[in-house]
């Protein structure tokens, strides 16, 4: 059965810095680009960034592009969201998931984990 | 970056209606569009992907069509279940975008 486990969401003040991580199991993790799409409370669903299976590529939002950046660890299979210059605006539930037949159509999603960006 | 306009943005029916939700993208997409089902406080559900492939326990009352920038997803006869918030997504070049999200209400 797949699993997607995010953790490390919570409160942070505006300017700082956060990582998620997502724990994947049953299935080939290395195989797989994984993306994390994020829902600001009461709103519409939002990509945010994705990585191929190799780590060697990854793709940026405009909205986060230089202060987030995505990785992996295929030997933990684990995938990591490090958010810097954090700002109110990125408060928000953040998921994160994959697709069997295509990169982008997400098949399998976590449960999300809630960042919460405020002073 | 492509725009996905999704209409309605809400939407009231009974149960056993018929509905579609439209999804129109700025540049022709090539059928990589997906359609999700979402419930309050939960992750989204993929319901559709390849604009008409359902996907892998998805009930056949649910079907999409479309190509080129446009694309529908129909609910042939609404089930209680069924009242949700479905958005439609375009994966044929990053960013990925969604559509602002259709509320189907009951009634």
């Known amino acids: 059965e797949v699993q997607l486990l995010e953790s490390g969401g919570g409160l942070v003040q505006p300017g700082g810095s956060l990582r998620l991580s997502c724990a994947a199991s049953?299935?080939?993790?290395?195989?797989?680009?994984m993306s994390w799409v994020r829902q600001a409370p009461g709103k519409g669903l939002e990509w945010v960034s994705e990585?191929?299976?190799?780590?060697?590529?990854?793709y940026y939002a405009d909205s986060v592009k230089g202060r987030f950046t995505i990785s992996r660890d295929n030997s933990k299979n684990t995938l990591y969201l490090q958010m810097n210059s954090l700002r109110t605006e990125d408060t928000a539930v953040y998921y994160c998931a994959y697709g069997r037949y295509y990169a982008g159509s997400h098949d399998h999603w976590g449960q999300g984990t809630l960042v919460t960006v405020s002073s | 970056d492509i725009q996905m306009t999704q209409s309605p943005s809400s939407l009231s029916a009974s149960v056993g209606d018929r509905v579609t939700i439209t999804c129109r993208a700025r540049?022709?997409?090539?059928?990589?569009l997906a359609w999700y089902q979402q419930k309050p406080g939960k992750a989204p559900k993929l319901l559709l992907y390849g604009a008409s492939r359902l996907e892998s326990g998805v009930p056949s009352r649910f079907s999409g069509s479309g190509s080129g920038t446009d694309y529908t997803l129909t609910i042939s006869s609404l089930q209680p279940e069924d009242f949700a918030t479905y958005y439609c997504q375009q994966y044929y070049t990053t960013p990925y975008t969604f559509g602002q999200g259709t509320k189907l209400e009951i009634k």
């Open positions: 540049q022709g997409i090539s059928n990589s």
């Open positions: 049953g299935f080939s993790f290395s195989n797989y680009a």
């Open positions: 990585i191929s299976g190799s780590g060697e590529s990854a």
